[in-house]
């Protein structure tokens, strides 16, 4: 006697826009088309955008991913170096002219424009607040525009609520282009509470990108038995998908690197899915 079973239908909500922006996008190409035009090595700092596959590729086809410019052999000084597309600080590109090495910038133009926003509040005479995370390299790079003590790092609330700054009425904020919109949100109204006088930049700091993506999994994830994130754990923007989905009332959400570490026991019994993909994600 045949014993059958039977499982519900599955239904994928599928997220766009998802993967892939155009800072993202930008960022590979330029180190595709050095790697074409001058030849292997082509050196490149810090991983160019935070996904494994992408940065595997650009190995087999004869990128040399570095921390540091000094990790660059002396017989391959001619060759070209990337910087990636998180931006680096200023002291970065007056190290490679030091060291009379040809480098292509491939930070993204949202996150040069932050960079101008920083340059322009400090000079008005405001003190820079950075709302962001401590240690990503996009942070690194955005404190770097700017002297020591000129930029002060928030990363949470209490942050904001506990700050002490030497003139209250010359603060101005920029955020990492990455973030959680509601997260930033939060932080930004306790900011404005204790300092009216704070300047916003001139332009929104959250990339379009980010945002379009946030909202596309908010929209979708309601009732969603599983919503799954495709992208790297170190990648900001998809980790910060992770945290939208929950709160947007997925009952889970986990992020996924490949498809080996997709749940498949959990999906055998769930009868929706929402998908997305970071903006460091290939399609």
Same mark, same amino acid.
């Given at each position: 006697?045949?014993?059958? &079973? ?19 996008? =930008? ?16 050196? #490149? ?8 596959? #992408? #940065? ?20 391959? =000084? ?28 491939? %930070? ?5 424009? #932050?960079?101008?926003?920083?340059? =322009? ?30 930029? &002060?790092?928030?990363?949470?609330? $209490? ?10 009425? $010359?603060?101005?904020?920029? &955020?990492?282009? %990455? ?9 930004? =109204? ?74 498949? &026991? ?18």
């Amino acid at each position: 006697m045949l014993h059958t &079973t039977t499982k519900p239908p599955l239904t994928i909500r599928l997220c766009q826009p998802r993967g892939f922006c155009a800072g993202v996008d =930008r960022a590979i190409q330029i180190v595709v088309l050095a790697l074409k035009k001058y030849g292997a090595p082509v050196y #490149v700092r810090h991983e160019i955008v935070h996904n494994r596959y #992408v #940065v595997e590729g650009l190995q087999s086809l004869g990128a040399v991913f570095i921390e540091e410019l000094s990790e660059i052999p002396a017989e391959h =000084r001619q060759s070209p170096v990337v910087f990636s597309a998180h931006g680096v600080p200023k002291s970065v590109p007056a190290d490679a002219q030091a060291r009379n090495l040809f480098y292509l910038d491939a %930070t993204c133009p949202l996150v040069s424009k #932050v960079h101008k926003q920083a340059m =322009r509040h400090q000079r008005l005479g405001r003190h820079v607040l950075l709302i962001g995370h401590a240690g990503h390299p996009e942070v690194i790079g955005t404190m770097g525009q700017l002297p020591d003590g000129a930029v &002060t790092l928030i990363e949470t609330e $209490a942050d904001a609520a506990n700050l002490v700054p030497a003139d209250p009425q $010359a603060l101005g904020f920029v &955020t990492q282009t %990455t973030l959680s919109v509601e997260d930033t949100a939060g932080i930004i =109204r306790v900011l404005k509470d204790r300092f009216p006088d704070l300047h916003a930049a001139a332009a929104e700091s959250i990339c379009y990108a980010t945002t379009n993506r946030q909202e596309a999994v908010k929209e979708t994830a309601a009732g969603a038995d599983l919503f799954l994130i495709v992208g790297a754990p170190n990648s900001s923007n998809s980790r910060r998908l992770v945290e939208v989905a929950e709160r947007a009332g997925a009952s889970m959400s986990l992020l996924v690197q490949r498809a080996s570490e997709i749940p498949w &026991t959990d999906i055998a019994g769930i009868s929706t899915l929402g998908l997305s993909a970071g903006a460091s994600a290939p399609e």
